[in-house]
C-alpha cells in the first residue's frame, strides 16, 4: 500500500473541494479506506471511512451532511467531496488504509497512512 493524496488548496468558506487519494499498491479493492485530518496544534482526528465495497461510510459528527467519501476500486482511489467548508475545516488531510478489523470509527484500525495535502478555509 502506497498512498498519496491530493486536491487540496486555498478556498473561501462556503465552498468546495474534492480530495482524492490513489494507492499505488496492488491490494486497494481488499482494504477499507479512511481519511483524518489534523489543524494546526491540534490532535489528529478521524473525519470518514469507508468499507471495501464502498456501501459502508462513516463520518464525524463534525463533518456529517457536508463530506462525502466514495471509492472507484477500477482506479485504486479514494475521494473525499467536501462541501460547505469553513475555516474549522482548515488541516492536513491524510488518507489511510485498513489493517485489520478493528472499528472504522477509530484512527488506529488504519496503517499506513499516506502524505497529507494541506487545505485552507479562508473566512
Known amino acids: 500500500v502506497q498512498l498519496q493524496a491530493s486536491g487540496g488548496g486555498l478556498v473561501q468558506a462556503g465552498g468546495s473541494l474534492r480530495l482524492s487519494c490513489v494507492d499505488s499498491g496492488r491490494t486497494f479493492s481488499d482494504n477499507g479506506m479512511a481519511w483524518s485530518r489534523q489543524a494546526p496544534g491540534k490532535e489528529r482526528e478521524f473525519v470518514a471511512s469507508i468499507g471495501r465495497s464502498g456501501r459502508d461510510r462513516y463520518y464525524a459528527d463534525s463533518v456529517k451532511g457536508r463530506f462525502t467519501i466514495s471509492r472507484d476500486n477500477a482506479k485504486n482511489t479514494v475521494y473525499l467531496q467536501m462541501n460547505a467548508l469553513n475555516a474549522e475545516d482548515t488541516a492536513v488531510y491524510y488518507c489511510?488504509?485498513?489493517?485489520?478489523?478493528?472499528?472504522?470509527?477509530?484512527?488506529?484500525?488504519?496503517?499506513?497512512w499516506g502524505q497529507g495535502t494541506l487545505v485552507t478555509v479562508s473566512s
Open positions: 489511510g488504509a485498513k489493517n485489520g478489523h478493528g472499528s472504522y470509527l477509530r484512527l488506529d484500525s488504519f496503517n499506513p
